[in-house]
């Protein structure tokens, strides 16, 4: 598969985009989208795929705590969705950059049809220089909150799908850790994810979103199969990503097959 070598994918988890009380961090929207406009003026194509939707509206809605029932989380997600588009429009149109919503579902990827016509709106929004920016449509798509029937992992999986799907070269995760940690630090480059791999992220646990490092392997499996070179950082540096762009170590590699 022929792959963009400008086109990249990044994917922004919960934590990245919520505080430690879980209130909505407004510095990490404004960070994060200062990096990603200054990515996209020199010369990238940039995707964004961002979490938070029931977190972000769980703190719209002044709730003392995440919901527990299926339609409380469903209407956090609306509710949340709305907001963090919102702030993404502020704080891109800040850096005078356009972005436009894509709410997914699994049979969005997985149909032909519906496939081929996404494809055609991200090339489309890609040239005319706009930023898509894409969730799980968690408000009608209970699979994605239901735990262990995740589909996506908080989107970690999404993402990968997505940087398939528009050939993407690069899938950069902003997550809650620096990257996979192994005995002697963090581990800079990985070859191959093994069964050795998968336990080093079963130590690492995801502090609200849910999924940990272990959908963000499954991630890096899913695009390295493509040939995409996926990458695993802080969401909190998001100024990582320049290093990527230079050639420099940031996070943890895992190495697409070429």
């Not at 899913?222 to 170590?249: C, R």
Request: charged residues 25%; contains cysteine; proline residues 2%.
């Amino acid at each position: 598969m022929a792959l963009y070598q400008n086109r990249i994918v990044v994917k922004v988890g919960t934590s990245a985009l919520t505080g430690e009380l879980g209130n909505t961090d407004l510095r990490a929207f404004d960070r994060i989208s200062c990096v990603l406009s200054d990515i996209q003026s020199m010369g990238y194509q940039v995707i964004l795929v961002s979490s938070g939707a029931i977190a972000v509206g769980t703190n719209k809605l002044n709730m003392k705590a995440r919901p527990g029932s299926m339609r409380l989380k469903q209407a956090a997600a609306a509710v949340g969705q709305c907001q963090i588009i919102f702030l993404y429009d502020k704080f891109f149109g800040d850096y005078d950059k356009t972005i436009a919503q894509i709410l997914l579902s699994a049979e969005d990827i997985r149909q032909e049809e519906k496939k081929w016509n996404l494809q055609n709106t991200f090339d489309a929004l890609l040239e005319m220089g706009i930023i898509p920016v894409v969730n799980e449509n968690d408000s009608v798509s209970y699979t994605e909150i239901e735990g262990e029937n995740r589909v996506f992992g908080d989107n970690d999986r999404l993402s990968a799908e997505v940087a398939v799907l528009t050939k993407a070269s690069r899938l950069i995760i902003l997550g809650e850790s620096d990257g996979l940690t192994g005995p002697s630090g963090i581990l800079t480059k990985v070859e191959a994810i093994t069964d050795e791999i998968y336990a080093l992220a079963e130590t690492q646990a995801g502090r609200k979103g849910g999924a940990g490092l272990k959908t963000k392997l499954q991630a890096a499996s899913i695009a390295g199969s493509h040939g995409i070179d996926t990458y695993i950082l802080s969401g909190k540096k998001p100024e990582a990503i320049y290093d990527i762009l230079e050639g420099k170590p940031a996070g943890t590699e895992f190495t697409g097959k070429k």
